[in-house]
Every structure is written in C-alpha cells, then in structure tokens.
C-alpha cells in the first residue's frame, strides 16, 4: 500500500494539475545553472565534477561508498525531448548512484523543437562513445533513463546493436516512455488520475522530438515497436498511476518475448517519475534499482 504522506501530497498536485504542470515544464525543468555551479551542490552523499572533453554541459558524479570501481552508470535524462537541465540530472541519478555505489555520468542533450529526431540520438552516443574511449567495457557501462530518457537509453541500445557494436550491461528505465504515438489504454483510462502528465501535452512534444505525427508510431522514435533480441537485462519501474503504466507493460511483454531478462516492478498509487519526489517509496525504489545495479556490476 502506498504510504499516507506520498498519497496526500499527489492528490494535492492532482488537484492542481495544471498550475503544478505550468510550473514544472515551464520553470523547473529549464532553470539551470553552469556545470561548476551544479557539480558543488552535495547530494545524497555524492560530490560531483564537471566533465572535461565533451561538447555539451555533463558531470561526473561519485557516490561516497564505490561498489564496483570499474563500473559506470550513463545517466539520460527525461523532460519529453523538450526540456531539461543539469539541476535535474543531478537530482535524479544522485540517489541511484549513492544506492548501488557506482559512478555516473549525467549530461544535457539537444531539445527539440529546436533540434529533433536524431539529435538527441547523437549526443546520447557521443557519451557512451567518450566513455568506451576512457576505458569502460561495455559491459561494465549501466544506461539509467527516465521518462524520455528510458526511450532514449533503449534506442542507443538499438543503434549499437545495429552497429554491430557491443551492448551495455544492463538497463533500468523509470516510467519509460516508449509509445509516443499514445497507443496504450492507459493514456484514457488513467487520465484523471495522473497527477502530473497530460496526454495532450505529451503528443505536442512528441510531434516537435519526431518532426511529424506520422514518425510516432516508427521504432526509432517509439522503441515499444523494435526488436530486443540480445538486450541486457533489464529492471522498469512505473506507477500504477500515470498515463504512461501501459508503455512499460508493453515493453515489459516485447522485451520477454524477445528473449530478454526483463522485469517490470509497479509502484501502487506512484505517479510518473515519483523516484524523484522525496517519498518513501521513492527511496524504496532508488534502493531497488541501485541493488539492480550493483548486482551486475559488482565484482
């Protein structure tokens, strides 16, 4: 059962849905501040460092206790392909990096509208390709996403694949956002009951990430149509009320039926991205991933 405090506080930002939606995507998710700045601020126990070499704002994060010393954790942030910062990034793989003890790497790629489909692409494979450069096997690279981050992290996956490149060791994808052509019954069903997301919204920023409406349903843009033989395992958390609940249930299904080690773990009453809010069941769930993590990674 959800906990009465993380209940209180959903149903207050249920209640003011749009107000809460207005600030976040219009204020929270796009202020920023320079790398120096944000690698300063302590989270969770970690300390941070700018990344030197890369074309774009990125930052390495260290939690106190290392587990697993030449493993690092690729963090791809969410925002819908619109927005998003480092004050964000910071925030949401700290915790999952204090849990599993592992190093990060979190960075800020191009938005649309301004840069669509396959900027974002592009910039996630610089990354991985920067780490492989200092040394990391794929192997011992983790790709953490949420939301738009989770379809980004499987869709590098892809394209290494394609490549002929190797893989990385294992994926963990909060609320992942897999169907941005909304073809899942959830987008209906759940509609009233998701705090923070609206499906109409959702589709004007898929529409500006893809270049037109008629990409959305093409395994580039929404991985919940590729194929996922010979991924790494695989953990996807969700709440069971956000809008997107059907986008990892259907992935959860392709993924197994493509052979893959896939789990699929639903948060009662958690809305999208709740690992972020501070709650109980958030840590339960930074817990969960980081021991996901660590379990491949250690040794």
Request: proline fraction near 5%; aromatic fraction near 8%.
């Amino acid at each position: 059962m959800p906990s009465r405090k993380s209940q209180e506080m959903l149903e207050l930002i249920r209640s003011h849905k749009k107000l809460a939606s207005n600030v976040s995507n219009g204020m929270l998710m796009k202020v920023d501040a320079p790398a120096e700045r944000v690698a300063k601020i302590r989270m969770n126990g970690t300390t941070a460092l700018p990344v030197k070499g890369l074309e774009m704002p990125a930052l390495r994060i260290k939690p106190k206790n290392i587990w697993a010393e030449d493993a690092v954790l690729l963090h791809l942030h969410g925002g819908a392909y619109v927005s998003g910062g480092l004050l964000q990034c910071r925030a949401l793989i700290s915790p999952i990096c204090a849990e599993a003890g592992i190093r990060a790497v979190t960075f800020t790629y191009r938005l649309a509208p301004e840069h669509p489909y396959p900027a974002q692409l592009e910039d996630a494979y610089r990354v991985w390709s920067f780490l492989r450069e200092a040394g990391y096997p794929a192997k011992k690279i983790g790709l953490v996403g949420e939301s738009a981050g989770g379809n980004l992290a499987l869709a590098l996956t892809l394209r290494l694949r394609e490549e002929g490149e190797a893989l990385p060791g294992a994926l963990a994808l909060l609320s992942p956002w897999v169907d941005l052509a909304q073809t899942g019954e959830s987008y209906e069903k759940l509609k009233d009951v998701d705090a923070t997301l609206n499906a109409e919204e959702l589709m004007e920023s898929a529409i500006a990430f893809a270049g037109s409406r008629e990409r959305l349903a093409s395994p580039e843009i929404s991985p919940l149509y590729a194929d996922f033989a010979g991924f790494p395992p695989t953990l996807i958390q969700c709440g069971t009320c956000e809008i997107l609940l059907s986008d990892s249930e259907r992935l959860e299904e392709a993924m197994l039926r493509d052979g893959v080690d896939a789990r699929l773990v639903r948060w009662e009453g958690m809305c999208h991205v709740f690992q972020a809010f501070g709650f109980e069941e958030s840590r339960a769930a930074n817990r969960q991933i980081g021991m996901f993590l660590r379990d491949h990674f250690q040794g």
